[in-house]
């Protein structure tokens, strides 16, 4: 498979814009600019700014693949440093990529369908939330605290891992259901660990006041109504990576957190 046309997602700070400036240049030498329709976006900036690319072509993640370019301190998604854009530039140029599929979760939400390629996050920071929580129609728990995220194999290196969710390989087809700060003594118990689930399952959300609550979904947050029914399950949408690199999983985890 080799990429015809790209587009760049930078982050707003002048070393990404910098940088982003130079892959264009270079890049455009070989392959066409093509920011409407690309079939490789280049996310030149961290983890966030390959969040941000995944939801700008969201209906397009059929054609599109993306690769990553870090310019901070962390880049779990990102196969590149700052200061490897050369070689990075060489890849494209000079070899054909394998294609990483990562999972997305599907959200079902007052009528409307989002996805999340990190995760599913319901909080209340006013007051301690309610929720009944079923998979596959069948009652688990009645939940009682922050709130629940549930999380991709992806995204679990991410906010999953600081509420002490487990870290998952991204190639696998599982979802995640975690904690935030659940309440649990004698009159209140829930599972006080995180579940994981395959992908026949779904999960779902339900209370009879959502008020003040917030579910996001990676970088996008929405106001919830007072009795809305959530419904969260694997996607059979993928999020495409192009792998020049062939960086596994561990070294990921090495390089990111050890």
Known sequence: MKLKKFAIVSKQD??????????????????????????????????????YAVHKYLEQLETVHFVGLHTGTLGFFT??????????????????????????????????????LNEMRLENNRHSQVID???N????????????????????TAYNKSIQGAVLDPSLQLMQLSEIAGINHNAYRSLGSSLILGADK????????????????????FELMENEVV????????????????????????????
């Open 14 to 51: 002048e070393p990404s814009e910098k940088i982003a400036k130079i892959v264009r240049d270079q890049v455009s030498s070989f392959m066409d600019y093509d920011e409407a329709h690309p079939e490789l976006v280049i996310a030149v900036g961290g983890d966030g700014t390959i969040l």
């Open 79 to 116: 196969d590149y440093k700052k200061d490897e854009v050369y070689d990075l530039i060489n890849d494209l140029q000079s070899k054909k990529p394998q294609v990483f599929e990562r999972a997305l979760l599907e959200v079902h939400s007052h009528g409307q369908v989002h996805y999340a």
């Open 133 to 135: 929580v079923y998979i």
């Open 137 to 156: 129609e069948e009652h688990l728990e009645t939940f009682r605290g922050n709130g629940l995220c549930v999380s991709t194999p992806s995204g679990s």
């Open 202 to 221: 779904y999960i779902r959300l339900k209370t009879v006041n959502y008020e003040h609550s917030v579910m996001c979904c990676d970088i996008e947050a």
């Open 231 to 258: 419904d969260v399950m694997l996607s059979k949408r993928v999020a495409k990576f192009a792998d020049y690199r062939q960086i596994n999983f561990i070294d990921r985890l090495k390089k990111s957190f050890l």
